[in-house]
């Protein structure tokens, strides 16, 4: 079946220190992957999805890299803000063929907590 | 846009009571889900809909839940005699048209059962 691990439930930092958060993933199908970012009493929004020609996303200093052979999606940002903190989960929609509609398989979900 | 529009948004039921949560999804989006988040299990799929069809409904407790879309522009998620394990964030989700297509959550229902 289809699954998503995130091996960091809680990850504090300092700020200005790199950010990298681990995301693995199972799929009987050639997925999508997804960074959502939900911050304290508020709904998860996306902040980036993976390429189907490989280009690495981006978006507000964060970026990640889909790598097929290891199948991650590791999220990173060179240097963390305050405002980072939040709840980021990782997850696949496992696409059965390129149009089909399809949820969203989330991993447990890594806690930061950036610090001054 | 004001989003996707979940009422109530917080909920209090007593344990063998029935809940009814409903969701307004973004005007023209196609596809419709429903997601339970708590802290032990995170954010786990309940259903979707597509064009008001359900599609997958693999996430459902069988017994109590229950997820309509009577038209394009809300559906509801009934609980019947919920129990303390219900007790969840329930949030709704649209998107545009196709599964790699983003999906924008509503604020959720915070759902006590005591």
């Known amino acids: 079946g289809d699954s998503v691990t995130q091996t960091e439930g809680l990850v504090t930092l300092t700020e200005g220190l790199p950010v990298m958060l681990n995301c693995t993933y199972q799929?009987?199908?050639?997925?999508?992957l997804f960074w959502y970012v939900q911050h304290l009493n508020e709904a998860p929004k996306l902040l980036l999805k993976s390429f189907t020609d490989n280009k690495r996303p981006e978006h507000q200093g964060f970026h990640a890299t889909l790598h097929k052979s290891s199948s991650s999606f590791h999220l990173q940002k060179s240097s963390a803000q305050l405002s980072d903190s939040a709840l980021y989960y990782c997850a696949l929609s496992p696409l059965i063929a390129s149009s089909s509609f399809s949820k969203l398989v989330f991993g447990q979900g890594t806690s930061l907590s950036v610090v001054p | 846009n004001a989003g996707v529009i979940q009422t109530p948004r917080h909920k209090v039921t007593g344990k063998g009571q029935e809940a009814t949560l409903w969701c307004e999804p973004i005007?023209?989006?196609?596809?419709v889900f429903w997601y339970r988040q708590t802290i032990v299990q995170g954010l786990e799929f309940l259903t979707y809909f597509r064009n008001q069809a359900p599609i997958d409904d693999s996430g459902m407790p069988k017994e109590r839940f229950s997820a309509q879309m009577p038209n394009q522009s809300h559906s509801t998620l009934k609980i019947q005699s919920t129990q303390p394990q219900d007790s969840a964030v329930y949030l709704c989700?649209?998107?545009?048209?196709?599964?790699?297509?983003?999906?924008?959550f509503g604020p959720g229902t915070r759902l006590t059962v005591l």
């Open positions: 989700a649209s998107s545009l048209d196709w599964g790699g297509d983003e999906q924008y």
């Open positions: 005007s023209g989006h196609s596809a």
């Open positions: 799929s009987t199908y050639s997925p999508f």
